[in-house]
């Protein structure tokens, strides 16, 4: 077996990471290229930035007047994620778990709904009895279960059939 000298990994896993790293850069290069075009389209000005959080790409179309991006509670947002994940795939051939946010909205809304989860895990130690919140997307309760597996003395479960799925907080 091969080891690199930088990390005393095997060299094999760098590759692979390496070769992840860069297809999750190049998935936001494609992103923002088929971004900035759909910004002349529309006549919307926005900086685009591009990152890679853990396993996914990030991207960002930061700048005002981009309200109409996101739509209301992010509908359009979660549409133009879709399309942009799609004028990924087309350019890869690979699935994309691109992650985009317009305008802080998806930021904002993590810190609210990490709020919420807590909040409503903390009610759920202290009085015993089991909480159902109002139904979310994937993304959301991804972000409300992680806070609540902070809480001690607490368990969720989403329950109920998309677009109506919701979490349930009950007491361990």
């Given at each position: 077996m091969t080891v690199d000298s930088t990390s005393?990994?095997?060299?094999?896993?760098?590759?692979?990471?390496s070769e992840d790293m860069s297809l999750l850069e190049r998935e936001g290069d494609i992103a923002a290229d088929y971004l900035e075009v759909l910004?002349?389209?529309a006549d919307l000005d926005g900086d685009i930035d591009i990152d890679v959080?853990?396993?996914?790409?990030?991207v960002s179309v930061v700048g005002s007047?981009?309200?109409?991006?996101?739509?209301?509670?992010?509908?359009?947002?979660?549409?133009?994620?879709?399309?942009?994940?799609?004028?990924?795939?087309?350019?890869?051939?690979?699935?994309?778990?691109l992650m985009l946010d317009v305008g802080?909205?998806?930021?904002?809304?993590?810190?609210?709904?990490?709020?919420?989860?807590?909040?409503?895990?903390?009610?759920?130690?202290?009085s015993g009895s089991e909480?159902?919140?109002?139904?979310?997307?994937?993304?959301?309760?991804k972000i409300v279960h992680d806070a609540v597996a902070a809480v001690a003395g607490v368990e969720t479960e989403s329950e109920g059939e998309e677009p109506a799925r919701y979490i349930v907080i009950r007491p361990v």
């Open positions: 005393g990994t095997p060299a094999e896993d760098v590759a692979a990471d910004l002349d389209i959080e853990g396993d996914r790409a990030a007047g981009l309200d109409r991006l996101i739509g209301a509670d992010g509908a359009t947002l979660d549409a133009l994620q879709e399309l942009t994940r799609l004028a990924v795939h087309r350019v890869t051939g690979v699935r994309s778990r802080g909205h998806r930021a904002r809304r993590r810190d609210e709904l990490t709020e919420l989860g807590t909040a409503a895990a903390n009610r759920v130690a202290q909480e159902r919140l109002d139904p979310m997307t994937p993304f959301e309760r």
